[in-house]
Structure formats: structure tokens, C-alpha cells
């Protein structure tokens, strides 16, 4: 059988975010009681998170989590990780063995920075440099696979039902500002780790539910720029579009929500002038990265979450505040069955993004 | 206008040529392209140096002068105006014009005049004071190539495949040497005292501009090539 | 004995004498001179040998007497010699001539559009109803690659490059004036106003009358420059390089002296009765940088305000030339695939010479890709697109728009008899014959453009909402929204596209 990335598999999901916006920290197995609730939502395929200020004591040092079939592959790609990073700290991810997650595979987490010389060499952006070597990696050696590459954050998934995943990631042990949460319903097994969600770069994270129908257009579009989609999911595409505009192309979050569910033509010729002319310049500019079909996205970066719906909102997915803390979920119920006591509670429009961020100096 | 092209924005020189009111002068001029471009009638452009390809394409009535040679495609499908060459001019030039002149001081390269045409009053002259390149004139549908030759009285002065595919117009020489594989659609015939008489407007703007007494053109033989059918290809194809 | 005269026509015209009046409606109507009355009496003739059955006659007829088939007169021929094979020989023997034709080739090369699929949404996404949700069609052609710049107050400084905006992806592709008539060209001027999209000139020049549709035209330049001056290019919405055509690739354009006549003459500027000749190569243009010589000597002289297309034939090394075309500053590539259609084509360059459509469109729309450069330019496929779905395909194949001629055609009457080289064209279309031309109702071949267009638009949005897709650049370069059927490993290759059940 095909393992994920041979063949594209289809998957509808659940999805959480979490973030206090005072700065406050949330326990990673809140996140894990609040998935539980949906979980009909997913298959037992697939269910990952990802954290946000889980590392304060490592907090200037890139966090790779990385997948190893086996102890060759670690080696290859340990001394990959030796010749181009300053590895200041490594160790094995702990985890608790648990009945409902099996054939784990070895996985590792290291803090590292990028070698100064060798990052002046190649006259890169520190950040590219760290983008290039997750796809050297993801894309070349065989049996290693980075998973979570940014600073100050971690993702952590597996084959399995979400809350189980939590468990055997021992995420109770965590805390961070905002959090991600997912669980995944695949029409088939992938049978593979890396397939989870959510899919990681650099700080970027991002949990999906839906099936985009535009996918192939938005792969051979951000295929041209360097990325390449080896898993073939909607997530890893979205995730690339968005490094693509906001870190490489400079745009706001806001910005390239518009991009991606950018408003009907005739909704776009209802906006005052200025409003109009930015929506037309963007959707023309970037008329291939447009996405279709149903689609809810949590997207996680350093110091903030954004969730967006596709402009037709075929998905589901309300956010419940209260006080500094603002919860984002499919379903109301997953929200309340861990923070009962809500604020507001509402429903973002479709193709609108709803920008949630930690107050500066927090 | 005074432009000095050295201290200039290639890419701009075109647009400010464009945009300025009046006589535009352009000094150190070297290899900018699309000087002139449809410059209408009424303006002026003159340039000293060597401007770069499609000078005055699509020229609109309006005139150009260079002190310099000019490179390739000139006055390309020019309408009307005037290009004054104090110089020699490169290959394609006078591509497809229309309508109005290009006079060259000294040589013009390959394919020179190549599709020039004439409609209603508009009849393009195109004036090479020395000599022309190969397929000069080639599938000319109108108008006029006039060669004086000067500096190249010892053979005729053009190359090969002179008028191939011609089917209107005339093209004009000063010079007492006809080669002998022209090829079979152009007809040479020695022009009459009253025809070189017709001709002397066009000889006294070539000796105006360029400061040639007439004397040097004058007395002289010249003969025609015109084109013997209009259309030159009817008998290629089989109709059923 | 003429040689012709031993071989036996392609048709036989059959007159039903119980149903005949002699009434010679027929005589009036055929543009190819086929019936006539016998000399001195009320009976009627034909010259079978004139017949290219184009069906005027028989639509024409009041009693429904007539009828054209194919002749039943055996000839012999073999798997390897056909009786057109035979036909041609004799001709050619005969007036030691250059095969002519008009239309597409007629030779059997693969047809991709038939072997490829459409996907359609199930369970995982939903289909979407045309009828009740937005479904968006309007597609912008031009380069659409941009800087992101910002003005001081941080908003987005929003420019791009020229373009077309079209709200169908569906152009009228290059047909001249003087290779169809007056009233096609007015027709298909209005149908593109009325539709919001572009016709085009071809190399024949802008009939002054046009000149107040010039904000759906687009004006092309081609080798012969004819008609080419300031205000025309300046009268269009974009100005097309033409390089080559599908029909015939390499081939330059002639136009018969004897159909440069009246406003066709003085639409080319050029003379009465003399050839409009159009070289093979545009001789400003001997290589690809001199193409970017002409494609900004034409943005100069309009003004950086409009955009410039340039289109080639589909021929091997298709991709490269595009990518080298993307480079050199065109905003829009035209790919004219090997069964395009032409007024007067060498036969042997019309059914030998280029590749498909679909092929040249996947391989052009992948380089452009593989070397980052695919938004610097729109892609327009033109070439055998007979119907909505062949539109679709093109689309996920990679292409932003396509380019319809024959099927224009067919709209306005045409019957597909393959003689436009003629210019005898019974229904008014590809002739320049007064007394033929008036057949030609502009209203109502504008009209019947206007449906074909509004018709397949409707269905391009049925079977986008089938597939989940509600906007056509969500389906732009989507080749996982297709499958092939019965190709080989190298055509899938080619297309980019899996074979149906992968």
C-alpha cells in the first residue's frame, strides 16, 4: 500500500485552538480533554498539537521533533544536523506507552542554532536556511522525517485518536500561550506519523478540516518557489502558502487570508474604493493560491492564532472568549465541556480571519 | 528639450522624449532603444550618438535626425515623418513602411525597405546615399527605394536577391551596373531624361540634408526594377 | 482529357425531378457555380465536379428536393493509397500547383480532449449548485506576478501590469478581414462587447466602423504589418504579436490580389488588386531577443497601458519557445495547437506540421512552472476547442483562457465543406463576393455567438461546481481534477495527469 505523500488522501477532521492573550498559560491536556469530546469527528487515523511557548528555557533555539524509522536513519541525519546546525541540546520526546497508539517510531527533539559560517556562506536569511534543511531532510533522506521546526513551540503527533496521542505525548507536562489541537478522519490508513497533523514550519502550524478542491492549482502554484509537497495534504500546501506570502512576500496574516479566501468578485466591487482595490490587487496578484471547497484552518505562529473559513463556510467552527483567553473549536461543545464559563460565543464569517494575538511585552 | 542621455535612465528616455512639448535634442546617445516611437507630427527629435534598435517605429509624421549611424530595424512600419541618418543605417530597416521617408547619408544594411508599401496619397520613400545589402527591397508592395551609389560607382550598389517576392513599387539606382541574376519577377529599365527629371525632388532632399552638391549626382545613369505582376505568386497554388 | 475530368467527383448532387419547380433557387445560391439552367430551356444542371457540399443548396431549396451525397461511383483504393490521396496526385499533375486548404486538417491525429476525464466532488467535499451559489468564470489574462510594495502608511500600493479582464475564459481567436467578411467581423465585434470579452483582429487591419468595439478588440500585428499604424494600436484593448499559427506553422499569409478589394484593401492600407503578402517571419524578428525588441517597441507606442500577447503555433520545442516568450516581456502566450483551423493553408503544412493543442498546453504550462515563471504570463489554448467540456481540460491542464474559431464559425452558419481557400463561401463567411456576403445577417450571427458562449459558460459551471470549485482559478493548472483513458505512459507524462483509477 501507498504510504501518505504516494497518494493524496482525502480527510474531513476536528479541530481546537486555545490562546490567552494576557500571555497566561493553558495545560496541553486541556487540549486534550477538549478534542476528546469530538471524537466522532475522527477515525483513529491521525491526531496531533501543537504548542506555543512551550520552551521559554530554549526560547532562541530552533525545536526540531523528528521521526526516525530507525537508528540508520537518525545517524544520517544527525550528522547532516552536526555539519550545518550548533546543537545545544538533544534528547528523546518523553512519552508513556499507551494500548490505542502503536509501531511508534523513534522520535527526537533537538534545540539547535543554524552555524554562523556556514549560515554566512550560503547568504541566506536565517530562516530560509532553517526552511531549506527541513526539506533536504523531509525530501532525501529516507526514514527521517521533521515534523516541528520552529522556536518556542513544538508539534506532536502520531497515528492514533487525538486524545490518546495527548496521552502518550504526556502533553499534561506542558504548558504554552495558545495551543492546537487535531483530530483526523482519513478515508485511508496512511499507516505513517508524519501524515498526522499538524502540519509544521518553522513557527507556522496549522490544523485543518475540510478537503480544498482547488488543491492541484495551489500545489503546482507554491511548487514553483522552492516548497515541495511530499505528504500531498491540503495542510502542508496551506501551510506552505502561508510562509510563502507572509514570510517571503511580506503580506499581513489578514492579508493573505484574503488571498486564500478572498471574497466573490461581487462581494469585492461592494467595498469601499480602498478596501476594493487592495481585494482585487490581491486576488489577481495571487489568483492560484485562491482556495476551494470546504475548509476550516487554525493557523498557530509565534505569539498568535488565526482561524479562517472558506468564503462559502462549508465548515463549521465557532470561538468562545473569555477574559484574555479565546478558544476556537468545530464544535461549541468541545469548548464548554473544559471552560464551561464563556463571555461570547460566535461564529466568524466566511473568508473572514479571526486574528487572536499575545498583547505586546506579555 | 536638451537631454543628455549618458545621465539618463535608459528605460526612461523614451517616455520623456514622449512627454516633453516641442524640439527634443538628445546628446551621447548610445544603444537606447524605441527613441521616437509614433512620435507625431509637429515634434522633432534630434540625436547625436548611436541610438539603439526601432528608431521612430511607427512613426507618425513626426521627424527624427541623427548625427550618428543608427543599428537595426528603423523607422520600422513607419506611417509618416521623416528619419534624417547623418551616418549609415543596419539591416531591416524601413521594415514595413507606409508612408513617409528615411534618407541615409552613407551605407544601409541586409534587407533594407524589405515590405515597404504605399496606400492612397501615402507613398514611403526610402534614400541610401551609398549602398544597399542583400534582399534590399524584398516583397516590396509600394513606394520607393532610391540607391545613389556613392562611393560605389565600380559595381551595382546592393547584394543579392535584390526585390525577391517584389510585386509593387520601384526601386531606383544610380549606377551603370546591373548584376545579372535579379531575380525572374523584377525588370530593370534605364530611366528616360524625364523620369531622372521626376526624381530630382528626392535627389535635392538627399543633397539638402546632407550638404552633397548636386553635381556629384548629376548627370548619371539610373535605372528601375519594378516588378512585373502584382501577383506574384498566383501561379504557386492548384485550385480545384 | 483533363486528367481531373477522369477521376470521379467527391459528390453527387441528386434532384428529386418529382419534387423540382425548376424554380433555380439553387443556381442563385451556390457560391461554387454547381447548378445551372441548361442553356435555352427551364432544366436544371449540375457540375457535380464544383460541389463541396456545403449544403447551401439543399438548406435552401423550397421543395426539399435536393440532395448531396457522397459518390457512389467506386474508386479504387487501398489502405495505403485513398481516393483523396489519388484525387490530390491528379490535381497536382495536373496544374504542377500547391495544395490548398481551408479549415483544420482533416487527418486523424489523437484527440487528448476525448481521452481525458473530469473529476467530480463526493462525501469528501461537496458539489455546488451553479444555479444557486456564486460560481465565478471572470478570468484575468496578463501577468499577474507582482512586487508587494507598500506607501508609508504601511496599506498596499496595488498596481499590476496591464491585463484583460474577461468574464468568460473564452476569447474569439485571430480571424482577418478579408479571410472572413464584414459581417462576421461586426458580429463577432458586438458578441464580444455583449459577452465581456475580446475579439480579434487577426492581420487583416481594423475596418473604421470597428473601431468603437476597440475596448473588446484585440489588434494583432503581424508579419505584413498591415493596417498597422498609431491609432490602431491604440483603438485596441491589447495588441498580439502573431509569430505563427497552428494551421500553418512557419507559413506566412497570402492573400489573393483578387480579394483585395474595396474596404478589405483600405482596412490592409495597401493598394487594390495587389497580393497582401505576410512574410513567413516577421523580419524584425530573427531571433528571441529581437522578439523583446518588438514586443516594447509596441509597449512604447502604447504606453505601457495595454497589454501585449503573442501567439506561435505549437510546434516541438514548444515549451522552451514559451519560456523564452515569458522572458522577453509578452503578458500573454497564444499556443495554437496543430488542428486549428486557417482561411488557405498549404494542405501538406496544415495536416504535417506542429503538435496537439493538449499536448503543447500541458508542456508549456509545466516549463513555465519548473522555471517559476508561470504568473508572468497568461496562457491562452486555441486549437480544436469544440465544446465546454474540451474548455475545462484546458483549463486544468494549465491554461487561463481559450481561443475559439471554427466553432465561432459554426455559430455563424459555417458547414465545415473546407474550401474558405476558395473564397466561394455560399454562407457569406469566408468570402469577399458582394452578392455572398449579404447572406450574412450580422444580428443574428451575433446572436447565435452570444448563445454559444452564454450556453457553454453554463455548462463550464456545472462541471465546475460538480467538482467543488466555485472560482475558475481554483481549477487553473488543477490537473488532479482530470484522468486519462487509454494513453500511454508517456502521453500521461506528458499531461501531468494520472490514468483514470490511480
Known amino acids: 500500500m501507498q504510504k501518505e505523500g504516494q497518494v493524496r488522501i482525502p480527510s474531513g477532521c476536528a479541530i481546537v485552538g486555545a490562546i490567552d492573550r494576557s500571555g497566561g498559560t493553558i495545560c496541553g491536556g486541556d487540549m486534550v480533554r477538549a478534542i476528546a469530546v469530538m471524537h466522532d469527528r475522527s477515525n483513529g487515523l491521525g491526531g496531533g498539537f501543537a504548542g506555543y511557548g512551550i520552551y521559554p528555557q530554549y526560547k532562541d533555539l530552533y525545536a526540531f521533533h523528528i521521526f526516525y524509522a530507525g537508528s540508520s536513519a537518525k545517524e544520517t541525519c544527525e550528522r547532516f544536523l552536526e555539519k550545518h546546525f550548533d546543537i545545544v541540546n538533544l534528547s528523546k520526546i518523553p512519552t508513556s506507552p499507551h494500548p490505542r497508539v502503536t509501531d511508534a517510531p523513534l522520535i527526537w527533539r533537538y534545540f539547535m542554532a543554524p552555524l554562523p559560517n556556514k549560515l554566512a556562506r550560503c547568504q541566506l536569511d536565517e530562516r530560509e536556511y532553517v526552511v531549506r534543511c527541513v526539506t533536504r531532510i523531509n525530501t532525501q533522506m529516507k526514514g527521517a522525517h521533521v515534523f516541528s521546526s520552529g522556536k518556542n513551540m513544538g508539534a506532536f503527533k502520531a497515528v492514533g485518536y487525538p486524545e490518546d496521542v495527548g496521552e502518550f505525548y504526556r502533553l499534561d507536562e506542558y504548558e504554552g500561550y495558545a495551543w492546537t489541537a487535531h483530530g483526523r478522519y482519513p478515508t485511508n490508513t496512511p499507516g505513517w506519523w508524519g501524515g498526522a497533523h499538524p502540519f509544521a514550519l518553522l513557527d507556522y502550524s496549522v490544523v485543518h478540516n475540510g478537503e480544498i478542491s482547488s488543491y492541484d492549482a495551489n500545489r503546482r502554484f507554491i511548487e514553483m518557489y522552492g516548497y515541495k509537497c511530499t505528504l500531498q495534504t491540503d495542510t502542508e500546501v496551506i501551510t506552505y502558502i502561508i510562509d510563502y506570502l507572509v514570510r517571503r512576500r511580506g503580506l499581513t496574516l489578514e492579508e493573505a487570508a484574503n488571498v486564500m479566501a478572498a471574497p466573490f468578485w461581487t462581494t469585492i466591487a461592494q467595498q469601499e474604493p480602498e478596501r476594493r482595490e487592495r481585494l482585487t490587487f490581491l486576488r489577481q496578484a495571487f489568483g492560484s493560491l485562491l482556495l476551494t471547497g470546504p475548509f476550516s484552518i487554525l493557523v498557530g505562529f509565534t505569539g498568535g492564532l488565526m482561524a479562517l473559513n472558506d468564503r462559502l463556510k462549508l465548515r463549521s467552527m465557532v470561538i468562545g472568549e473569555a477574559g484574555s483567553r479565546v478558544y476556537i473549536s468545530s464544535e461549541e461543545s468541545a469548548i464548554r465541556a473544559v471552560w464551561p464559563d464563556l463571555d461570547r460565543v460566535w461564529a466568524p464569517r466566511g473568508g473572514e480571519a479571526a486574528i487572536f494575538t499575545v498583547k505586546e511585552g506579555a | 528639450m536638451k537631454i543628455d542621455a549618458q545621465t539618463t535612465d535608459p528605460h526612461q528616455l523614451p517616455r520623456l522624449i514622449r512627454q516633453a512639448e516641442g524640439a527634443v535634442e538628445v546628446d551621447h546617445c548610445l544603444g537606447q532603444r524605441f527613441l521616437g516611437t509614433a512620435l507625431e507630427a509637429g515634434r522633432t527629435l534630434t540625436i547625436r550618438g548611436v541610438p539603439g534598435n526601432a528608431l521612430g517605429a511607427y512613426l507618425d509624421g513626426g521627424v527624427i535626425e541623427v548625427y550618428g549611424n543608427v543599428q537595426e530595424a528603423t523607422g520600422d512600419t513607419m506611417n509618416e515623418g521623416k528619419i534624417i541618418i547623418h551616418g549609415s543605417a543596419g539591416d531591416a530597416t524601413g521594415y514595413s513602411m507606409r508612408g513617409g521617408s528615411i534618407l541615409i547619408e552613407g551605407d544601409v544594411g541586409y534587407r533594407a525597405g524589405i515590405h515597404i508599401k504605399s496606400y492612397g496619397d501615402k507613398s514611403p520613400v526610402l534614400i541610401v546615399g551609398g549602398a544597399a545589402g542583400s534582399f534590399l527591397g524584398e516583397y516590396q508592395a509600394g513606394g520607393l527605394i532610391l540607391v545613389l551609389g556613392l562611393g560605389c560607382e565600380d559595381r551595382a550598389p546592393y547584394g543579392y536577391f535584390c526585390g525577391t517576392g517584389m510585386h509593387g513599387g520601384r526601386i531606383v539606382v544610380r549606377s551603370d551596373h546591373i548584376p545579372v541574376n535579379l531575380p525572374d519577377q523584377v525588370v530593370p529599365q534605364d530611366l528616360t531624361a524625364d523620369e531622372i527629371e521626376a526624381l530630382r525632388p528626392h535627389l535635392e532632399a538627399y543633397c539638402e540634408a546632407f550638404g552633397v552638391p548636386m553635381s556629384r549626382l548629376l548627370p548619371h545613369r539610373f535605372y528601375a526594377l519594378t516588378p512585373n505582376t502584382k501577383s506574384p505568386y498566383r501561379q504557386l497554388y492548384a485550385m480545384s | 482529357m483533363s486528367l481531373m475530368n477522369t477521376f470521379p467527383s467527391r459528390f453527387e448532387v441528386v434532384r428529386d425531378m418529382d419534387k423540382c419547380i425548376a424554380c433555380g433557387r439553387c443556381v442563385v445560391e451556390c457560391g461554387h457555380g454547381v447548378h445551372r439552367f441548361v442553356k435555352g430551356t427551364k432544366k436544371l444542371a449540375a457540375d457535380e465536379r464544383r460541389c463541396v457540399n456545403c449544403y447551401r443548396c439543399v438548406a435552401a431549396c423550397p421543395t426539399g428536393a435536393l440532395k448531396i451525397i457522397p459518390n457512389r461511383q467506386a474508386v479504387n483504393e487501398s489502405s495505403n493509397w485513398s481516393a483523396a490521396n489519388r484525387r490530390e496526385i491528379a490535381l497536382q499533375a495536373e496544374s504542377g500547383g500547391v495544395l490548398l ?140 504579436i502573431k509569430i505563427g499559427q497552428g494551421a500553418k506553422p512557419g507559413i506566412g499569409g497570402h492573400l489573393a490580389g483578387a480579394k483585395n478589394v474595396g474596404d478589405i484593401s483600405r482596412t490592409r492600407m495597401i493598394p487594390e488588386g495587389t497580393d497582401a503578402i505576410s512574410p513567413a517571419p516577421h523580419h524584425d524578428i530573427y531571433s528571441i531577443e529581437d522578439l523583446r525588441q518588438l514586443v516594447y517597441s509596441l509597449k512604447e507606442a502604447t504606453r505601457y497601458e495595454k497589454p501585449v500577447l503573442v501567439k506561435i503555433a505549437a510546434v516541438h520545442n514548444v515549451a522552451a519557445i514559451a519560456s523564452g516568450i515569458a522572458r522577453s516581456g509578452a503578458d500573454i502566450i497564444v499556443i495554437d495547437g496543430l488542428r486549428g483551423g486557417t482561411g488557405a493553408a498549404p494542405t501538406q503544412t496544415r495536416d504535417n506540421v506542429g503538435i496537439p493543442i493538449e499536448l503543447a498546453l500541458a508542456a508549456v504550462d509545466a516549463r513555465l512552472r519548473e522555471e517559476g515563471i508561470r504568473n508572468h504570463v497568461g496562457l491562452v489554448a486555441s486549437g480544436t476547442i469544440r465544446n465546454s467540456a474540451d474548455i475545462v481540460k484546458a483549463i486544468a491542464l494549465g491554461a487561463d483562457a481559450v481561443a475559439i474559431g471554427t466553432a465561432a464559425l459554426i455559430a455563424m452558419g459555417c458547414h465545415m465543406c473546407h474550401s474558405c481557400h476558395t473564397g466561394n463561401c455560399s454562407w457569406g463567411i469566408c468570402t469577399q463576393r458582394p452578392e455572398l456576403v449579404r447572406r450574412l445577417d450580422p444580428d443574428e450571427a451575433k446572436a447565435h455567438l452570444v448563445n454559444l458562449v452564454t450556453a457553454w459558460t453554463r455548462e463550464i459551471k456545472e462541471l465546475m461546481g460538480g467538482m467543488g470549485i466555485n472560482s475558475i482559478e481554483a481549477l487553473r493548472g488543477n490537473r488532479l481534477m482530470l484522468r486519462g483513458v487509454g494513453l500511454t505512459d508517456a502521453e500521461l507524462r506528458i499531461l501531468g495527469v494520472r490514468h483514470a483509477g490511480e
Not at chain 3, 155 to 164: E, M
Open chain 3, 101 to 240: 486548404s481551408g479549415m483544420g486538417t482533416v487527418k486523424n491525429y489523437p484527440l487528448y480532449w476525448d481521452k481525458l476525464l473530469i473529476n467530480a466532488a463526493q462525501v469528501t467535499n461537496p458539489s455546488i449548485d451553479p444555479l444557486r451559489e456564486p460560481m465565478e468564470t471572470r478570468t484575468y489574462l496578463g501577468r499577474s506576478a507582482a512586487e508587494i510594495r507598500r506607501d508609508g502608511s504601511g496599506r498596499l500600493i496595488s498596481d499590476l501590469p496591464p491585463h484583460l479582464t474577461l468574464e468568460t475564459p473564452i476569447l474569439f481567436a485571430a480571424m482577418s478581414y478579408g479571410a472572413i467578411s464584414y459581417p462576421c467581423h461586426e458580429a463577432l465585434a458586438r458578441a464580444a462587447t455583449e459577452l465581456g470579452t475580446f475579439y480579434n483582429t487577426g492581420e487583416g487591419g481594423l475596418h473604421p466602423d470597428l473601431y468603437r468595439y476597440g475596448a473588446h478588440t484585440i489588434v494583432q500585428v503581424a508579419s505584413g504589418r498591415f493596417g498597422v499604424h498609431r491609432r490602431y494600436l491604440e483603438a485596441g484593448a491589447a495588441v498580439e
